[in-house]
């Protein structure tokens, strides 16, 4: 069973994150994004930055927050990020900020399920190979896992330049279900 720990609504950006009742388990942690269901979410999906980036950016410290509590409680703290649609992009970028340098916390597991996602723009991509060249020289490295589904006629797959993942010097498992 799972409690729901933390929440964050701002401008169409809809995020939960729960934490196992019984922490004895050592079950993940779970971050989950909502997708466009609104006018505000529908307008995120318009950000001329990178569909859902500026309003994700406004609260990228408040989710980092959220995930970094439960991180430093917990050794070994495991965590999964869900999300369907702009929430995938949504995700995809928490991920990003879960393996950032500046980071006083560590996830030993970090799994991706992102649903229909939109691509996300280069500037967040850059930052992303950014985060796992550093990561290679960081003592301690969480294992990382995409997971990726989507319709080939689902016009939001089709937005935006790249989803992450992993380099010849940073191998990550990913998997792709069309």
Known sequence: Y???TNQIHHKGLNGYFF??????KN??????FRGTDCAASAHRDLDPYGVGKTTFDEKAAQIQAMVATYAKKHENAKIEVIGHSLGAG???R?????ISPDSDFCYA??????????KLDSPTINMWFQNLNALCEAEKKPRIELNFS???RDLVTWT?????CGTEEFFIPCSYLV
């Open 2 to 4: 799972y409690q729901l």
């Open 19 to 24: 934490t196992p009742v019984d922490s004895t």
């Open 27 to 32: 079950l993940p942690a779970q971050l989950i």
């Open 90 to 92: 949504d995700a995809q």
């Open 94 to 98: 928490a991920v990003i900020n879960l």
């Open 109 to 118: 597991d970090i799994k991706l399920f992102s649903y229909c996602t939109p």
């Open 150 to 152: 989507h319709h080939e």
């Open 160 to 164: 935006g330049d790249a989803n992450i």
